[in-house]
């Protein structure tokens, strides 16, 4: 690796100025990165917060920014060489250049049919784009830090290298929840995301936190729940979201946007450019025009879950068991099938991707003793809060559009039963 030199700083809202070296600054300048200028965060949520216009660029100088002060946590720092930290900083910047056009949305069409996420397409953009000369030249392998960027590289004894970029509790995670919130004004709690990070250590190669950051932690904790029911799964973000991922799949055949053949290809599609795309093409522009106009799907129905196994969420991810509930209400509402869309937006309310010391929903945490030896526990077991939390969230809703919102949604209520939509306390 050649010893990069600083170079500049970055501007951010929320960190302050973000030092950047040489290296760093030749990646951000790729097309890849800039790109990311034209992916928006969080597509959709802007016709809730208006100020949430933030892109995925920003995200990723952040990640990079708590990945470096990360490795500057001494329990961290003397397990990483020089070399490693380095690599760590650029998977973190990198870690989002496979996103789609409107970001999570464009991942509708790479899973349903390529077979593809957004991963994917990080480690194929890193190995075979531009930035995979720039990484030789500074003396990488351009295959190690794909793999690192989406979590993935085997270092013996090195898992908390991916850990850093994704996990639990990962600098993903932390940046997006402060940056979200920030941008959308809806402050669900406060997230010390310092404190947490300097409240990691390495046991047996992977990352765990003392058990003296649980306050903080349990925060963040109640912070990414609240984020994604008032934000992410907000109900007209998530009709915004339904409508772009409807005009993308109609002109999906006539405007390529599934037949790229190479990096460059894809790196061309972005929100301006497939929005102006979708805007001129027959299949699509009377979503788009009514996008324009705010003329938005309606939701007529909504149950949310709490459960503590997969098992519901897995009936509802099933599309088969979608279309029946959505075939079952259109006969009773007598509307066309097409008129109405079942959404259902699953996630666990912890992330089940994480360390392998711990079982699915767990979160690492550890104490010491007086002669200072570190002892692992489920965090389950030491934090009423998280146990009571721990589980999937499933928001279950039925939207329609304007003309046939009554009809729609009282026969929602006669297949899938619970309190009518229109009694509810909306904002």
């Keep these: 690796m050649r010893k990069p030199k600083y170079w500049g700083e970055i501007k951010d809202p929320i960190y302050g100025y973000v030092y950047i070296n040489d290296i760093e600054r030749e990646i951000i300048d790729s097309f890849p990165v800039q790109r990311l200028r034209r992916l928006r965060q969080l597509a959709g949520a802007e016709f809730v917060y208006p100020a949430a216009n933030h892109t995925r660029f920003e995200h ?244 949310t879950f709490y459960e503590r196994d997969g098992l519901i969420s897995r009936i509802f991810d099933v599309e088969e068991v979608r279309n029946k509930i959505r075939d079952e209400i259109a006969e009773k509402a007598g509307v066309e099938k097409e008129k109405v869309l079942i959404d259902v937006p699953t996630v666990p309310s912890v992330p089940y991707r994480h360390s392998i010391l711990m079982e699915p929903m767990e979160i690492p945490i550890f104490y010491k003793t007086k002669e200072g030896e570190k002892i692992l526990r489920k965090l389950s077991e030491v934090s009423n809060v998280f146990d009571l939390l721990k589980g999937f969230i499933n928001i279950l809703r039925v939207y329609t559009e304007q003309e046939h919102r009554e009809k729609v949604g009282e026969a929602a209520l006669k297949v899938l039963g619970g309190t009518p939509y229109s009694a509810r306390i909306s904002f």
């Design 60 to 303: 990723s100088v952040g990640v990079m920014y708590l990945a470096e002060k990360l490795m500057e946590n001494p329990n961290v720092s003397e397990y990483i060489t020089d070399e490693e930290a380095q690599m760590v900083k650029i998977a973190a910047l990198l870690h989002d250049t496979g996103h789609g056009p409107f970001s999570h949305i464009f991942e509708h069409l790479l899973s349903k049919f390529m077979n593809k996420t957004h991963e994917d397409m990080t480690e194929w953009i890193v190995e075979k784009s531009e930035l995979a000369d720039i990484l030789s030249k500074w003396g990488f392998s351009p295959r190690d830090i794909a793999k690192l960027s989406v979590g993935k590289l085997h270092i013996p004894r090195k898992d908390f290298l991916n850990q850093i970029i994704r996990s639990s509790v990962d600098v993903d995670k932390l940046d997006f929840i402060v940056r979200d919130t920030y941008h959308t004004g809806a402050e669900y709690g406060y997230v010390d995301v310092f404190r947490l990070l300097h409240s990691l250590d390495v046991l047996d190669g992977n990352l765990a936190i003392n058990i003296g950051a649980l306050s903080a932690l349990e925060s963040f904790i109640i912070a990414r729940i609240e984020s994604f029911k008032s934000i992410y799964f907000h109900r007209v973000s998530r009709a915004v979201q339904i409508m772009l991922a409807l005009a993308m799949e109609k002109a999906k055949d006539d405007l390529e946007l599934i037949d790229f053949k190479t990096p460059e290809e894809y790196l061309k599609l972005d929100d301006y450019a497939v929005w102006t795309m979708l805007k001129k093409c027959q299949k699509s522009r009377k979503i788009i025009k009514n996008l324009e106009k705010r003329k938005l799907l309606k939701c007529v129905y909504e149950q």
